[in-house]
């Protein structure tokens, strides 16, 4: 029922910034029906899927993987029903195709691949080394 659609990627040089954006519909502003946070994964080339960044639409919680602290930021406009992942100071490591996400929620959540209930299709992000 959720729709995901994720766009912004591209071919960046290391040390420059992206940003990307996921527009996000078809989920209920009913609170007692299901809760989401959404967020980012991501699979680079012969790696395995990891979770990027995730932020709770319940208290604006957000989590983030190590290699990307400090250097990405996730947020999400309810207005608009945007989500973004701001991604500065980018590196080779971080060539992937990045995937916005929908966790169903309740209590405590986790940002791992295997969390998402729903997905987008994708956006390529290249950084050349």
């Known amino acids: 029922q959720v729709q995901l659609v994720e766009s912004g990627g591209g071919v960046v040089p290391p040390g420059e910034s992206l940003r990307l954006s996921c527009a996000v519909s078809g989920f209920s502003l009913d609170y007692t029906l299901d809760r989401f946070a959404f967020g980012w994964m991501r699979e680079g080339p012969g790696l395995e899927r990891e979770g990027v960044s995730c932020?709770?639409?319940?208290?604006?919680?957000?989590r983030y993987r190590t290699s990307v602290k400090g250097r990405f930021t996730i947020s999400y406009d309810g207005a608009k029903r945007m989500l973004y992942l701001q991604m500065n100071n980018l590196k080779p490591e971080d060539t992937a195709t990045y995937y916005c996400?929908?966790?169903?929620?309740?209590?405590?959540?986790?940002?791992?691949?295997?969390?998402?209930?729903?997905w987008g299709q994708g956006t390529q992000v290249t950084v050349p080394s």
């Open positions: 932020i709770s639409t319940i208290d604006e919680d957000t």
């Open positions: 996400v929908a966790i169903k929620i309740s209590g405590p959540w986790n940002c791992g691949p295997g969390d998402p209930h729903y």
